[in-house]
């Protein structure tokens, strides 16, 4: 059967995936993978794994074949039966990993204010599963707790026939209703999140055609509306039947919802300012299907709070971390060839792949003065050193910054470069009315002194900050840099209290322009549009580009679009890393490319598996780093740092295309 991405003309394979592209030691870690046993001889086969094991075992007898119950055959539907391990069946069950997390979230509701947070993130992706996932190598859909599918003719209307062996935690069965009363969730504006009521207002309340069959229908057609369905975490009808949106952010900041995913955590894994766990459940209903191979390995997975990343680097030597990621230059260039990296105790690993990097800046407040004015904000943009920065604190690690979809094909490549001028930068500030000066020189308008708030998180950001402080401050610019802790920044963010800002934002494979940049989401709070910016041609192009079905169209509207988003300014766009530092303890079994092909290190909602569901624990390295631990003299064998093997086996795919 063919899949919906070619139905939708979503072929990205052949244009996207072509991007130019001490003490303790984790003791817990290496005692907790004594029970493993060799997993050596095992099939690398996809075919010797059942996509639907058991199928239709748990199926309600009352429910006939015809209405999605036993003996289904999908005459009409479409599946796909066809989708490659994604990961190793040579993986071993077992262990504790353990890495960090810079701030403290709010909440661990996986919905409403707040709820964004990286960790949310990761642990939403860990234990609440969507109708379909995407296939992290080729991007089809492959089934999750739906089966099969369908898009009627009209593009409007999908059906979805739910797996009838899927489980909450709970205990109860997944059914058509739990679709149903989770949009009615999404939907309900007192969650006050209006980034996802702006989605599921596209679609009219689903219907539950049978237990296990569910039809929705768009208002609109717009190719992203079957994918906002497929891929939207489902939540139990059983439990919010008596939950509406304000009930649930009352109720749930710190408790869970039953999960039907590989994961669990209750109220019992939150440790408030300290750590927060998942745990792998022993009853999880997928546990046997061909998605799951490999997959979800450790018992338990930690996210430990510590707000300085310098001491999350210092935890990671000492074995009070697992795993770091290495996000500054210095610390790799400089500070990664430590006795425990040299002994290959540590093991360093820069990881290249079609990982979409999202992009990086100085967002601007376009709703206070002076940041209104287009012309003052690119006299900021033109005012960032980003050659010398790159050079001499950046090591020549990351790239400049042009675009808001860098290093894709959604890049303009017309945008402008934004070199270092003050020249220019004075002269535009001339024409906003900053052209004279008071006694101590600093540039006036009426009288009143042009003056920044710089708000940041992460200390180390003071490196290029202060150079761009100071270089602001030459020209008579005061900035006033404020560190706030993360929980601050975010909530200031969110609700546009902040003048200057660094920020950066993560990507799914397929943009979401909407999201960050419609005029819709321009003032409502706890949206990713936080620099508030509205543009009647962006919103006509973002509007396009939801009802264009053919790829080279949207490309060809993101780039425009891009190209109008770079001249707003509304971001001092800054640089990209093209690969992701990694470092951890070498005692970990990986699959081929370290990470998926799509994915980031961390487990994410829109790009999949991440390290804490791709890698496990080996035990035989675990006992060669316990023995090295213990002896000075030992030298362990590491991989390679370069880890490039997505870029050869997209090559390798190109050439068999030609």
Same mark, same amino acid.
């Given at each position: 059967?063919?899949?919906?991405?070619?139905?939708?003309?979503?072929?990205?394979?052949?244009?996207?995936?072509?991007?130019?592209?001490? #003490?303790?030691?984790?003791?817990?870690?290496?005692?907790?993978?004594?029970?493993?046993?060799?997993?050596?001889?095992?099939?690398?086969?996809?075919?010797?794994?059942?996509? &639907?094991?058991?199928?239709?075992?748990?199926?309600?007898?009352?429910?006939?074949?015809?209405?999605?119950?036993?003996?289904?055959?999908?005459?009409?539907?479409?599946?796909?039966?066809?989708?490659?391990?994604?990961?190793?069946?040579?993986?071993?069950?077992?262990?504790? &990993?353990?890495?960090?997390?810079?701030?403290?979230?709010?909440?661990?509701?996986?919905?409403?204010?707040?709820?964004?947070?990286?960790?949310?993130?990761?642990?939403?992706?860990?234990?609440?599963?969507? *109708?379909?996932?995407?296939?992290?190598?080729?991007?089809?859909?492959?089934?999750?707790?739906?089966?099969?599918?369908?898009?009627?003719?009209?593009?409007?209307?999908?059906?979805?026939?739910?797996?009838?062996?899927?489980?909450?935690?709970?205990?109860?069965?997944?059914?058509?209703?739990?679709?149903?009363?989770?949009?009615?969730?999404?939907?309900?504006?007192?969650?006050?999140?209006?980034?996802?009521?702006?989605?599921?207002?596209?679609?009219?309340?689903?219907? +539950?055609?049978?237990?296990?069959?569910?039809?929705?229908?768009?208002?609109?057609?717009?190719?992203?509306?079957?994918?906002?369905?497929?891929?939207?975490?489902?939540?139990?009808?059983?439990?919010?039947?008596?939950?509406?949106?304000?009930?649930?952010?009352?109720?749930?900041?710190?408790? &869970?919802?039953?999960?039907? $995913?590989?994961?669990?955590?209750?109220?019992?894994? /939150?440790?408030?300012?300290?750590?927060?766990?998942?745990? #792998?459940?022993?009853?999880?209903?997928?546990?046997?299907? #061909?998605?799951?191979?490999?997959?979800?390995?450790?018992?338990?997975?930690?996210?430990?709070?510590?707000?300085?990343?310098?001491?999350?680097?210092?935890?990671?030597?000492?074995?009070?971390?697992?795993?770091?990621?290495?996000?500054?230059?210095?610390?790799?260039?400089?500070?990664?060839?430590?006795?425990?990296?040299?002994?290959?105790?540590?093991?360093?690993?820069?990881?290249?792949?079609?990982?979409?990097?999202?992009?990086?800046?100085?967002?601007?407040?376009?709703?206070?003065?002076?940041?209104?004015?287009?012309?003052?904000?690119?006299?900021?943009? *033109? *005012?960032?050193?980003?050659?010398?920065?790159?050079?001499?604190?950046?090591?020549?690690?990351?790239?400049?910054? =042009?675009?808001?979809?860098?290093?894709?094909?959604?890049?303009?490549?017309? =945008?402008?470069?934004?070199?270092?001028?003050?020249?220019?930068?004075?002269?535009?500030?001339?024409?906003?009315?900053?052209?004279?000066?008071?006694?101590?020189?600093?540039?006036?308008?009426?009288?009143?002194?042009?003056?920044?708030? &710089?708000?940041?998180?992460?200390?180390?950001?003071?490196?290029?900050?202060?150079?761009?402080?100071?270089?602001?401050?030459?020209?008579? /610019?005061?900035?006033?840099?404020?560190?706030?802790?993360?929980?601050?920044?975010?909530?200031?963010?969110?609700?546009?209290?902040?003048?200057?800002?660094?920020?950066?934002?993560?990507?799914?494979?397929?943009?979401?322009?909407?999201?960050?940049?419609?005029?819709?989401?321009?003032?409502?709070?706890?949206?990713?549009?936080?620099?508030?910016?509205?543009? +009647?041609?962006?919103?006509?192009?973002?509007?396009?580009?939801?009802?264009?079905?053919?790829?080279?169209?949207?490309?060809?509207?993101?780039?425009?679009?891009?190209?109008?988003?770079?001249?707003?300014?509304?971001?001092?766009?800054?640089?990209?890393?093209?690969?992701?530092?990694? +470092?951890?303890?070498? #005692?970990? $079994?990986q699959p081929k490319g370290t990470l998926s092909r799509i994915g980031q290190f961390t487990s994410n909602i829109n790009l999949g598996p991440g390290m804490e569901q791709l890698w496990w624990v080996d035990p035989v390295k675990s006992q060669k780093l316990e023995k090295a631990i213990k002896d000075p003299s030992i030298k362990l064998e590491t991989g390679p740092v370069e880890d490039r093997y997505w870029l050869e086996y997209g090559k390798a795919e190109a050439q068999k295309a030609k």
């Amino acid at each position: 059967m063919k899949h919906h991405r070619a139905l939708f003309g979503l072929g990205i394979l052949s244009l996207a995936f072509l991007i130019a592209c001490g #003490r303790n030691a984790g003791k817990e870690s290496s005692e907790a993978s004594a029970t493993n046993t060799s997993a050596a001889n095992v099939s690398l086969n996809k075919d010797d794994y059942p996509v &639907f094991p058991d199928a239709d075992a748990g199926a309600d007898p009352a429910v006939p074949s015809e209405q999605g119950g036993k003996g289904f055959k999908g005459d009409g539907w479409q599946t796909n039966t066809g989708f490659d391990l994604i990961g190793d069946p040579r993986a071993l069950r077992g262990g504790l &990993f353990r890495e960090y997390a810079p701030l403290v979230p709010g909440t661990y509701r996986m919905e409403g204010p707040e709820w964004n947070s990286a960790v949310n993130y990761a642990m939403a992706n860990m234990m609440y599963e969507p *109708l379909l996932i995407l296939d992290p190598t080729t991007l089809n859909y492959i089934p999750t707790l739906a089966t099969h599918w369908q898009i009627l003719p009209d593009k409007l209307t999908f059906r979805f026939r739910i797996n009838p062996n899927a489980r909450w935690s709970d205990g109860e069965p997944v059914t058509a209703d739990d679709v149903v009363r989770t949009w009615i969730l999404y939907s309900d504006l007192t969650l006050q999140d209006p980034a996802t009521y702006s989605q599921m207002i596209k679609l009219e309340k689903p219907v +539950a055609e049978s237990k296990y069959i569910v039809r929705v229908k768009a208002k609109d057609v717009q190719w992203v509306n079957f994918d906002n369905v497929a891929r939207m975490r489902i939540f139990p009808a059983h439990i919010l039947k008596d939950i509406d949106g304000a009930a649930y952010l009352r109720d749930y900041n710190f408790k &869970f919802l039953p999960n039907t $995913g590989p994961y669990i955590a209750t109220t019992a894994d /939150i440790d408030k300012g300290n750590s927060v766990s998942v745990r #792998r459940r022993k009853d999880y209903w997928a546990e046997k299907a #061909r998605a799951s191979v490999g997959l979800n390995n450790f018992d338990q997975v930690k996210w430990i709070i510590v707000r300085d990343p310098a001491l999350a680097f210092e935890k990671l030597k000492v074995g009070d971390l697992d795993f770091f990621y290495v996000n500054r230059s210095r610390t790799w260039v400089q500070e990664m060839n430590f006795d425990k990296v040299t002994r290959g105790l540590i093991e360093k690993r820069k990881v290249f792949s079609n990982f979409p990097i999202g992009f990086y800046g100085f967002p601007m407040n376009m709703r206070r003065p002076p940041f209104d004015d287009v012309r003052v904000r690119k006299a900021l943009a *033109l *005012l960032l050193n980003r050659p010398q920065l790159l050079e001499k604190l950046f090591f020549n690690e990351y790239l400049p910054d =042009n675009s808001y979809y860098p290093g894709t094909v959604y890049e303009n490549p017309g =945008n402008p470069k934004n070199e270092y001028n003050p020249e220019e930068a004075l002269k535009l500030l001339a024409e906003a009315g900053w052209k004279d000066r008071d006694a101590q020189g600093r540039l006036t308008k009426a009288g009143k002194p042009l003056t920044i708030q &710089f708000l940041y998180d992460d200390k180390q950001s003071e490196t290029y900050l202060t150079v761009y402080q100071g270089d602001l401050q030459k020209l008579g /610019i005061t900035v006033d840099l404020r560190l706030v802790n993360s929980e601050t920044h975010f909530k200031l963010l969110m609700t546009r209290q902040y003048d200057m800002s660094v920020e950066g934002w993560s990507a799914d494979v397929f943009p979401s322009p909407e999201l960050e940049f419609h005029s819709r989401l321009a003032s409502p709070n706890n949206t990713n549009n936080i620099t508030g910016f509205k543009d +009647a041609k962006a919103d006509e192009l973002i509007d396009r580009y939801n009802r264009e079905f053919d790829l080279q169209k949207r490309i060809d509207l993101i780039r425009e679009l891009d190209r109008i988003l770079s001249s707003s300014y509304q971001y001092a766009l800054t640089w990209y890393p093209p690969t992701q530092r990694l +470092a951890y303890w070498n #005692r970990y $079994g990986q699959p081929k490319g370290t990470l998926s092909r799509i994915g980031q290190f961390t487990s994410n909602i829109n790009l999949g598996p991440g390290m804490e569901q791709l890698w496990w624990v080996d035990p035989v390295k675990s006992q060669k780093l316990e023995k090295a631990i213990k002896d000075p003299s030992i030298k362990l064998e590491t991989g390679p740092v370069e880890d490039r093997y997505w870029l050869e086996y997209g090559k390798a795919e190109a050439q068999k295309a030609k």
